[in-house]
């Protein structure tokens, strides 16, 4: 009904940087949030940063300074720009989302949806 696709992982040498996206589609009526999570082997997931559609957004303490999330409403698109990476960045990271979805032209449900992932390595 909604999907999420992620894109822009890889491999980085740390001190470099990755720009991640993450867009979503389908059935929307409208989208009250997105963020990025991360989840290292052996780790749980971890929320990275998050974004309102108001634009409010919050950090992880361990990326502030380093990453920024942003978003596009009209393309439903959020962007995490991760700088001055660290090989303790390393993990998948996944897109998630809480929207409003619709059925016929109106409100059908509330849905929290995750992307499938994309790995982040970061080593030399």
């Known amino acids: 009904q909604v999907q999420l696709v992620e894109s822009g992982g890889g491999l980085v040498q740390p001190g470099g940087s990755l720009r991640l996206s993450c867009a979503a589609s389908?059935?929307?009526?409208?989208?009250?949030?997105m963020g990025w999570y991360r989840q290292a082997p052996g780790k749980e997931r971890e929320l990275v940063a998050g974004?309102?559609?108001?634009?409010?957004?919050n950090y992880a303490d361990s990326v502030k300074g380093r990453f920024t999330i942003s978003s596009d409403n009209a393309k439903n698109t959020v962007y995490l720009q991760m700088n001055s990476l660290k090989p303790e960045d390393t993990a998948v990271y996944y897109c998630?989302?809480?929207?409003?979805?619709?059925?016929?032209?109106?409100?059908?449900?509330?849905?929290?949806?995750w992307g499938q992932g994309t790995l982040v390595t970061v080593s030399s």
């Open positions: 998630n989302a809480n929207v409003a979805s619709v059925y016929e032209g109106v409100l059908d449900r509330y849905l929290e949806v």
């Open positions: 389908g059935s929307i009526l409208s989208i009250n949030a």
């Open positions: 974004i309102t559609s108001g634009g409010s957004a």
